[in-house]
T-cell receptor, first 111, second 114 residues
Framework: GENVEQHPSTLSVQEGDSAVIKCTYS??????FPWYKQELGKGPQLIID?????GEKKDQRIAVTLNKTAKHFSLHITETQPEDSAVYFC??????????FGTGTRLKVLA | KAGVTQTPRYLIKTRGQQVTLSCSPI?????VSWYQQTPGQGLQFLFE???????NKGNFPGRFSGRQFSNSRSEMNVSTLELGDSALYLC?????????????FGQGTRLTVV
């Protein structure tokens, strides 16, 4: 079945620096890759996604890149701010009607 | 547009009891999925409903069940609670639920079994 691996598990960066989180997937039929941000005490929030027909997508300070050949996709956050501190999850379709999630990356932005 | 609403937000139950959690999806969305989130196992898929039909089910024991009503609201039930059922239960709403469909989560229900 589908498997999603996410690295690193924790990431600390200085405010203003960039952060990169990487995920790999196993199902070559996967065509949609969302990223979620989960703050303490809240549910995961969809922050950006990418479909398999594009290689990169940007939304202000966040971007996602996709390499279908290597089966990996990455989240890039530039000019990090304290409010970016949260747990980030990647996901990929796990067959029909469900998603498989990565194990999460706890990002700490140090002021 | 209202988001995904889950009730209650917190629950404390005793081993052996049963519990029912509720989820109201985004207006117009017909697919509701349920996930269990624990520190050790991460986000694990429970089941997905569309138009009152369960289309997919994860690897959880039969104590975990769900249903969906004609207005797309969904409930999940856990019977004979065990300590290991303590978790954050998340509901995700989407328009169709198929591959490539955006899914939006509620705030979750924090279940503690004592």
């Amino acid at each position: 079945g589908e498997n999603v691996e996410q690295h690193p598990s924790t990431l600390s960066v200085q405010e203003g620096d960039s952060a990169v989180i990487k995920c790999t997937y196993s199902d070559s039929a996967s065509n949609y890759f969302p990223w979620y941000k989960q703050e303490l005490g809240k549910g995961p929030q969809l922050i950006i996604d990418i479909r398999s027909n594009v290689g990169e997508k940007k939304d202000q300070r966040i971007a996602v890149t996709l390499n279908k050949t290597a089966k990996h996709f990455s989240l890039h956050i530039t000019e990090t701010q304290p409010e970016d501190s949260a747990v980030y999850f990647c996901a990929a379709p796990g067959g029909t009607y469900k998603y498989i999630f990565g194990t999460g990356t706890r990002l700490k932005v140090l002021a | 547009k209202a988001g995904v609403t889950q009730t209650p937000r917190y629950l404390i139950k005793t081993r052996g009891q049963q519990v029912t959690l509720s989820c109201s999806p985004i207006s117009g969305h017909r697919s509701v999925s349920w996930y269990q989130q624990t520190p050790g196992q991460g986000l694990q898929f429970l089941f997905e409903y569309f138009s009152e039909t369960q289309r997919n089910k994860g690897n959880f024991p039969g104590r975990f069940s769900g249903r969906q009503f004609s207005n797309s609201r969904s409930e999940m039930n856990v019977s004979t609670l065990e300590l290991g059922d303590s978790a954050l239960y998340l509901c995700a709403s989407s328009s169709g639920g198929g591959r490539g469909t955006e899914a939006f989560f509620g705030q979750g229900t924090r279940l503690t079994v004592v």
